[in-house]
């Protein structure tokens, strides 16, 4: 796999795209339709935000099932991401846009540091947001106030009003994606009814459990979803993290062992993934507030 093509301006991207010069330096807006990428580039990382709506993508994986969706389909990318072209180019019906944001563009302004705090812009391109024609029809009207302002004669005010509206835009992204995770609720609950199936066969396997307990990016390696979008996932669902479940499934484990067998409390913590006994007596506590020996007799 070739290393991606950094790209390091918005004025790059347009020169790649065989587009006219920005009207702005750090902050653009191209349309996506009739866009012929001729690129012999596999992959690029941007030195800037990007967030993208398209249309004409067909078939759409969303976790790990594909949907039918004629409506549009949002996504984020923060700097240093990498984006991977489509498997069979662009395609001819692709309609859309893509927004590019510089950093440097930030700079002196509420946004700066508040953008970082948006999960979306770590979700991975599978875990984009379905946007409905009511939505989607917010979403332009925002981005086409975006693209009027820096057209316009650039003054004093220009910025603040760009700001003002990317932050309309970024909380409308955040209401529709919890939106999103409630219409859904289907695959979450195919996404919950995996995780129990790989937390009990992970518990269940000495071998995997001889390398310690599962961190959360296993779990969500292992589930081809991205830690931020798993989190967000399972707390609208559950109300819990992932560590969270985790440690649920864990205590549950334990429970069983010290209630079913002589194992002592050391070796119920080994065989349970700790190198130290006291690390599990003290998360076993903090879950059930009894130590192991309390719950034991308690129980017995």
Not at 99 to 109: A, E, G, Q, R, V
């Amino acid at each position: 796999m070739k290393t991606p093509y950094r790209i390091r301006s918005i004025t790059e991207v347009h020169r790649l795209m065989g587009l006219p010069k920005p009207q702005h330096p750090l902050i653009g807006v191209i349309d996506l339709q009739g866009l012929k990428d001729e690129r012999d580039i596999e992959a690029v990382t941007f030195d800037f935000y990007v967030v993208s709506l398209k249309r004409g993508c067909d078939k759409l994986l969303y976790g790990q099932q594909k949907y039918d969706f004629d409506e549009g389909l949002m996504a984020f990318m923060a700097p240093g991401q990498v984006l991977r072209g489509e498997p069979n180019g662009v395609p001819e019906q692709l309609e859309g846009w893509m927004l590019f944001i510089h950093p440097d563009f930030l700079w002196n302004t509420t946004l700066a540091k508040k953008i970082r705090h948006y999960e979306y812009f770590h979700y991975a391109a599978n875990e984009a947001l379905f946007l409905s024609d009511k939505e989607e029809t917010i979403i332009n009207g925002i981005v086409d106030l975006i693209k009027n302002e820096y057209h316009a004669n650039i003054d004093k005010f220009s910025q603040d009003v760009i700001i003002a509206q990317l932050e309309l835009l970024f909380t409308y992204a955040q209401r529709f994606y919890e939106r999103q995770f409630i219409t859904r609720k289907i695959s979450g609950s195919q996404l919950l009814n995996r995780l129990e199936d790989l937390l009990t066969n992970y518990f269940d396997n000495e071998a995997l459990l001889a390398k310690g307990l599962p961190s959360v990016q296993y779990i969500a390696s292992q589930l081809n979803i991205s830690i931020k979008y798993l989190g967000s996932l399972l707390k609208q669902v559950t109300g819990q993290t992932t560590q969270q479940h985790i440690h649920a499934k864990l205590i549950e484990k334990a429970k069983v062992k010290l209630s079913t067998t002589e194992l002592s409390v050391s070796e119920i913590a080994y065989s349970l993934g700790f190198e130290h006994s006291q690390s599990f007596s003290k998360l076993f506590k903090r879950k059930t507030r009894q130590s192991p020996l309390e719950f034991r007799q308690a129980f017995h």
